[in-house]
């Protein structure tokens, strides 16, 4: 389906919770709410949206958190989302803690590919991120992946993490940080896309200390010799890559800010809570939680969500206004959005 600007919408990302196992400061610090499980959309109820959106020319599926593997089963979500008519790929989004135990799983399943939050390989400066000394499952659930052959990014906040205890820094000092280093290392010898996402003025991302990528972008091209766009490669998504001479990965960048890519949007997104959003930066879309909850026949039930799909790809804006934040409309954190 075409939205009101032309952009073809097949890409639905759903969030199944809003609880994690971490608390990283520009997601999800300590003391946070979450909400009771009664509240979640139960997994029928996400296939049946998830179906609706099928119908519309939605053909990929990310599933989303807080953290996906927190809750209970989330495998069979998978499946369910698989065997809907027009759904051609399902992939998860997750922090890897609890990935090498639910990989088997995942993969009998049907997962098409995984993406992994991580922001450092220094011990320390993720326990000090996270609030959590859980690195090495983490990087253990990373080697299984890769031994098993399913496709693997590692998603990171462009964030130099050395500076954390300096309360809302600016970074100007020049150089690139072992954080950083550390995770393009991943790709030298795995196949693997290591992206970097500039952080968003949403929830807590506004008062931490990210890297704008008009700064972090031009330091990394001076730091790799060599490093050239990536043209052949496969893009699905905003990230643009870049090689790096005599690495088996790339390395990417996921620029919301300084390379805004909303003219090439293609996404919608559904909360754990039924709430169908047509854009990250503000508060627009429609509810579905009456419509699932409701007690209508299947066939009302499902020209109803598929309405609802309709008027919430309508009311996709032209861009977002992350650069002029008064205009931010969305106010809860990434965790309770599916971000």
């Keep these: 389906m075409l939205d009101s600007y032309g952009r073809k919408i097949d890409y639905l990302r759903i969030s199944v919770t809003d609880r994690c196992n971490l608390r990283c400061g520009y997601c999800m610090p300590k003391g946070i709410e979450t909400v009771s499980m009664d509240e979640l959309l139960t997994f029928e109820e996400i296939a049946d949206v998830a179906g609706a959106a099928a119908k519309l020319g939605i053909t990929k599926v990310r599933i989303t958190g807080g953290e996906p593997l927190v809750r209970r089963d989330v495998d069979r979500l998978v499946r369910m989302l698989k065997d809907i008519s027009g759904i051609e790929k399902v992939f998860i989004t997750t922090n890897g803690i609890l990935l090498k135990d639910h990989l088997d799983s995942l993969i009998t399943a049907g997962i098409d590919g995984i993406n992994l939050s991580l922001d450092t390989t220094n011990r320390e400066r993720y326990r000090m991120l996270t609030g959590s000394d859980r690195l090495d499952d983490v990087l253990l659930g990373m080697e299984s992946v890769l031994l098993r052959g399913i496709p693997l990014k590692i998603n990171a906040v462009s964030a130099d993490l050395s500076k954390l205890e300096e309360k809302n820094r600016k970074v100007e000092d020049g150089g690139l940080s072992e954080d950083v280093l550390s995770l393009i290392e991943l790709a030298k010898d795995r196949p693997v896309s290591v992206r970097f996402i500039e952080l968003m003025p949403i929830g807590f991302g506004k008062d931490f200390p990210g890297i704008p990528h008009d700064v972090f972008i031009p330091r990394i091209k001076e730091h790799f010799a060599g490093i050239k766009k990536d043209e052949a490669g496969p893009v699905n998504g905003p990230a643009v890559y870049y090689h790096i001479p005599g690495y088996k990965g790339r390395i990417g960048f996921i620029s919301a800010i300084h390379g ?50 309709k008027k919430t790809i309508a009311m996709k804006p032209a861009s977002h206004s992350f650069t002029e934040q008064d205009q931010i409309t969305e106010r809860h954190a990434m965790s309770a959005i599916g971000g």
Excluded at 274 to 299: A, D, M, Q, R
């Design 260 to 309: 805004k890519f909303c003219d090439g949007c293609n996404r919608i997104r559904l909360t754990s809570m039924g709430f169908l959003k047509s854009c990250l930066c503000y508060n627009t879309g429609v509810s579905v939680s009456k419509i699932l909850k409701g007690g209508l026949p299947e066939k009302e039930k499902e020209e109803a969500l598929c309405l609802a799909v």
